[in-house]
């Protein structure tokens, strides 16, 4: 919670922390903002992991089965935005690979942009992912932040200097 409240406190946004359950992202903590752009999920809640940063975060580091059973239960879209192709997802879960980082713009609401790094254990397998939703379109820009925050949770749980 530490480093969660300093990157609340630093960006003003909505944080969260979400891990892998089944076929969604189970937000397990949050910390809100008032007046910042409605979320669609509370804690407790469940995220998509094809639409939402934090689900894209969790399925990149999750293995071909449970891409073949996310694409299986279909691709729903929620705006316009929503990746919908599994090509076009298969990509973006490689970019978040290869980046570290998850960026996704509108996909779950219009006007929410959220970013998401990896959190991860002692043998750097990502198990949660810690995002800022807002709903400024430069939300992108504090991908340095989160990332941080997620290596500062992951060496918190002793997940050491390579997190």
Request: charged share 20%.
């Amino acid at each position: 919670m530490p480093v969660m409240e300093d990157l609340h406190a630093a960006t003003h946004q909505h944080v969260q922390l979400a891990v892998l359950d089944g076929t969604d992202a189970l937000v397990v903590e949050r910390i809100s903002t008032t007046g910042a752009v409605p979320v669609v999920s509370g804690v407790g809640g469940r995220l998509p992991l094809h639409a939402s940063a934090v689900g894209q975060m969790l399925l990149a580091h999750a293995g071909e089965e449970l891409f073949g059973e996310v694409v299986r239960h279909g691709l729903t879209g929620f705006t316009p935005r929503t990746i919908t192709d599994p090509a076009a997802l298969r990509a973006a879960l490689a970019e978040c690979r290869r980046t570290g980082v998850a960026v996704v713009r509108e996909e779950m609401s219009p006007d929410a942009y959220s970013v998401a790094a990896p959190i991860t254990d002692s043998k750097g397998r990502v198990i949660a992912a810690l995002s800022v939703v807002g709903a400024d379109a430069r939300t992108h820009l504090l991908v340095p932040a989160v990332v941080l925050a997620g290596r500062g949770i992951s060496r918190a749980r002793g997940a050491g200097a390579e997190a």
